[in-house]
């Protein structure tokens, strides 16, 4: 996920040749990115646990993976 700073520049610096930004545009209710934080506490709130983080595209962008943890869903180990 992008963070919005960097979501925000790069959705403007695309808008004159990017059709989806012509014909949808961000909608009320839409954002631009997640920063690390919120990922990680939307997850959290979800049950889930981080498993693997990576940052690619010079660090700009991060590649969460998360599963679901079994306490949340009953399974006793």
């Given amino acids: ?3 919005p700073g960097i979501s925000k520049v790069w959705h ?6 990017d059709v989806d930004q012509k014909e949808r545009g961000m ?7 997640f920063t690390a934080e919120e990922i990680f506490h939307l997850l959290d ?3 889930f646990r981080i498993l ?5 595209m010079l660090g700009m962008n991060r590649l969460t993976v998360a599963n679901k943890n079994e306490s949340m869903m009953g399974i006793r180990a």
């Fill in 27 to 33: 909608k009320e209710g839409e954002v631009y990115g």
């Fill in 45 to 47: 709130e979800s049950g």
């Fill in 12 to 17: 403007f610096l695309r808008r004159p040749w």
């Fill in 52 to 56: 693997y983080e990576q940052k690619f």
């Fill in 1 to 3: 996920m992008i963070p």
